[in-house]
């Protein structure tokens, strides 16, 4: 008797187990896996250091490496304001400043390829104001 009310209970737990890994697989995976090649609109605002920059340009890498999809490309307008359309999940961003006109703008650009932002992009549109070397 004993023996047999071990088994049951064990292949109530088995299943228990089975059950939850059942709906943990049905869900969705984290954006950064995302693999479709989806696009969806992104608008927002770039500053460095706390300052709007006017010019320049940003490069939308879509993160997941089994998705073989080109870089997108943003310029930044003189109000410091961009738009790009960008694949669906995590992008990691970075940022071309304009080239430096003066000594003060080469120091506040310094560093500033080395910097990167996550955006996570969702269907529809988007907004994502990004700001590099955040004081």
């Given at each position: 008797?004993?023996g047999r009310r071990m088994r049951v209970r064990f292949?109530?737990?088995?299943?228990?187990?089975?059950?939850?890994?059942?709906?943990?697989?049905?869900?969705?995976?984290?954006?950064?896996?995302?693999?479709?090649?989806?696009?969806?609109?992104?608008?927002?605002?770039?500053?460095?250091?706390?300052?709007?920059?006017?010019?320049?340009?940003?490069?939308?890498?879509?993160?997941?490496?089994?998705?073989?999809?080109?870089?997108?490309?943003?310029?930044?307008?003189?109000?410091g304001t961009y738009t790009v359309k960008a694949y669906i999940g995590l992008n990691i961003v970075?940022?071309?400043?304009?080239?430096?006109?003066?000594?003060?703008?080469?120091?506040?650009?310094?560093?500033?390829?080395?910097?990167?932002?996550?955006?996570?992009?969702?269907?529809?549109?988007?907004?994502?104001?990004?700001?590099?070397?955040?004081?």
């Amino acid at each position: 008797m004993r023996g047999r009310r071990m088994r049951v209970r064990f292949l109530g737990v088995l299943a228990g187990v089975a059950a939850v890994l059942s709906i943990l697989a049905g869900c969705g995976g984290p954006s950064y896996l995302e693999g479709s090649t989806q696009e969806a609109t992104v608008k927002g605002t770039v500053k460095v250091r706390g300052k709007l920059i006017d010019g320049g340009d940003l490069h939308f890498n879509a993160s997941n490496p089994n998705r073989r999809v080109e870089t997108r490309e943003a310029h930044v307008g003189k109000d410091g304001t961009y738009t790009v359309k960008a694949y669906i999940g995590l992008n990691i961003v970075t940022l071309t400043p304009p080239k430096a006109r003066t000594k003060a703008q080469d120091k506040a650009y310094f560093g500033v390829g080395y910097d990167e932002q996550h955006v996570d992009v969702k269907p529809g549109e988007n907004t994502a104001d990004l700001e590099f070397l955040k004081q």
